[in-house]
């Protein structure tokens, strides 16, 4: 009996897993309260005045006028879709900076060595990014005349 004593203490000294969800969840009902606080106020608190001129159009304190249906140029939607990869292709730093810090930090000559590899991984990523981008310059893309 008394061999089991030391694992009885071990164990009650672990935290219980459920535990370690409690922020979590907490943080998850904190942001649905907030959102339902939100819109039950807006429409409480809110004009509920209906109109002619509440249901007209409204483009940028601008009367609209002519078709709505008009074309636009492609550069518009390649601007565009230059931003989202942009912005997505950021994403990427995150995970490789978690990575790279303790490899930067170690002083050992193998994890210096592999940390010198992901430097050079991270400039040619950049060096694409960058590449596309004049590419795209280039191009006229980014040309409004």
Request: aromatic residues 16%; without cysteine; negative net charge.
């Amino acid at each position: 009996m008394q061999a089991l004593l030391p694992l009885a203490e071990t164990a009650t000294l672990m935290p219980d897993a459920r535990y370690g969800w409690l922020p979590v969840v907490m943080l998850l009902l904190i942001a649905i309260g907030f959102a339902v606080v939100n819109i039950a106020a807006s429409l409480i608190i809110g004009p509920s005045r209906q109109g002619e001129g509440k249901s007209e159009t409204y483009e940028s304190g601008m009367v609209p006028f002519g078709d709505t249906r008009r074309r636009f140029n492609v550069r518009f939607y390649v601007v565009a879709m230059l931003f989202l990869v942009i912005d997505v292709e950021i994403v990427f730093f995150y995970p490789w900076a978690t990575i790279f810090a303790p490899y930067a930090a170690s002083s050992d000559p193998v994890f210096s060595g592999f940390s010198t590899v992901l430097l050079i991984e991270i400039l040619i990523f950049v060096l694409l990014l960058l590449l596309a981008y004049v590419y795209a310059w280039g191009k006229g893309v980014f040309r409004w005349d």
